[in-house]
């Protein structure tokens, strides 16, 4: 029996060729299976698409049957959401640079401000590249390796159309607005979270809160890395994910 193909999930404003530069031993000779948010890189998209389980719909019929999902960013909440629409259907959970909540609470301090989306928002119908090319920056910021990253993210942006607007506005409106904390301890499938120490998005000192709300998650923090390290740290992030592969999923 072939083992269970390897979903991923892409940020937001992305598109699947991002994962073009993952090491093949990533998969363990698993199928990959990149996938498009709703309304990016031409994927399907329709205005009434405005709720996070409508997105995991989404993502969920272009998906086999049964698969181990990795969701990086937006792309990891989306997974999350899978996981608890069709927990038989998602085997094991990868989530890099991602966190349950995106934005501060008064009891979430970890995570970015409000405000640095609603920048965003306001100029995203002015100049939606412009507004792109912002996020690519901030997403380097903080990385070893930020000039090569940020060429790389650039390059990948190239090679499929441009997210529809109205995804994007939506795509912001969930990174603020969801909040996946209460439901994460009933997340019952293995789960590997990858950290970067250096993430100006998602900070780090989100590991330690994710061990008491998802104790019994695997949780690591890749050194000098920011909000992209399966590709400023492939290896290193590889061998993490092939490890936990090896060991919860037959």
């Known amino acids: 029996m072939s083992p269970d193909p390897l979903v991923l999930l892409h940020g937001w404003g992305m598109n699947p060729a991002i994962w073009s530069s993952l090491p093949d031993s990533l998969a363990a000779g698993r199928e990959r299976c990149a996938l498009a948010l709703p309304g990016h890189a031409g994927a399907p ?32 909440l989306v997974a999350l959401q899978a996981a608890r629409q069709a927990s038989k259907r ?44 912002r ?8 990385s070893d390796e930020a000039p090569k990253l940020l060429k790389q993210l650039r390059l990948a942006l190239k090679t499929a159309p441009v997210a529809q607007p109205e ?18 301890p009933d997340i019952r499938q293995p789960t590997l979270w990858l950290f970067g120490e250096r993430d100006t998005l998602v900070p780090a000192a989100v590991a330690k809160r994710i061990t008491i709300l998802h104790p019994q998650a695997q949780v690591e923090c890749l050194q000098g890395a920011g909000h992209a390290p399966f590709l400023s740290h492939a290896q290193a992030v590889s061998e993490l994910i092939h490890g936990f592969l090896s060991e919860v999923v037959s």
Do not use: Y
């Open 45 to 76: 998209w329709q205005p009434d698409w405005t709720r996070l389980p409508d997105w995991a719909d989404a993502c969920l019929a272009q998906a086999p049957e049964q698969a181990i999902w990795l969701g990086w960013s937006l792309g990891g």
């Open 90 to 133: 998602v085997k094991a959970l990868i989530l890099i640079s991602s966190t349950p909540r995106f934005t501060r609470a008064v009891d979430w301090q970890v995570a970015m401000p409000e405000e640095t989306l609603a920048q965003f928002h306001s100029t995203l119908l002015e100049d939606t590249n412009a507004t792109l090319q």
């Open 135 to 142: 996020f690519l920056t901030l997403q380097v910021r903080g």
């Open 167 to 184: 995804a994007l506005g939506i795509g912001l409106d969930l990174l603020r607005d969801e909040d996946l904390r209460g439901p994460l």
